[in-house]
């Protein structure tokens, strides 16, 4: 294996500790607004809220600070101005950027993966993205980072990973393509003819450092 696609996003970094955090500083600071009967229930419309909005935004409908002003207005029930939705927002912001932390094999997986070129192939804003990359301290372990405003396409579009390979000009075959979305990550690579391992941190034989087991015991060694 010559080469390695990673998505970012819960395979890298922790975002899902990272959203819940931002939640709870939102709801907290937020909760004389809300109707909900519990936090369960707020939770799962603010989850809503989100996936609806960022469905928009990879429609190219609205852009990446719409969807968050959309997010906050649908959440509270209010018709905030602009101003306003960004800064209801900003309390689940500061909070969630504070909290972004590598899953905890990272480490050792870029240690044994050292000498292989590495492209974070993302969905979402470029500056989020990077400025995650650059706040968990990824950047001088990867050669690069495709996003959607790179090439114009979004995953599960195998016009993104096309361009994630040409930056480590590879072929499919020999690039193994590391994610924990099944349609995005996954499917991609293997209509391409992609290797690919589906991690699901926490899972046990699911996390990075079993990636490197199974692409070993298929015969292609990564370290």
Partial sequence: MHALLLDLDDTLLDDR???????????SAHRHKCAFS?????????????????????????SFQEQR??????????????????????????????????????????SRTRWIPKVIITNGDRETQLRKIDATGLRPHVRGVVTPGDCGHWKPSITIFRAALELLSVRPEDCLMIGDDVRRDIEPAAALGMPSFHVQPG????????????????????A
């Fill in 17 to 27: 500790s990272a959203s819940a955090n931002g939640f709870v500083a939102f709801l």
């Fill in 38 to 62: 519990d936090d369960a229930e707020a939770l799962q419309a603010w989850r809503d809220a989100a996936n609806r909005h960022w469905l928009r935004y990879e429609q190219g409908e609205i």
């Fill in 69 to 110: 002003r959309c997010r906050v207005r649908d959440f509270l029930g209010e018709p905030l101005s602009d101003a306003a939705a960004d800064a209801s927002f900003r309390v689940y912001q500061e909070a969630y950027e504070a909290s972004w932390r590598l899953l905890p094999d990272v480490s050792e997986f870029l």
């Fill in 203 to 222: 899972v046990p034989g699911r996390g990075l450092l079993d990636a490197i087991a199974s692409a070993i015991e298929t015969g292609n060694s990564i």
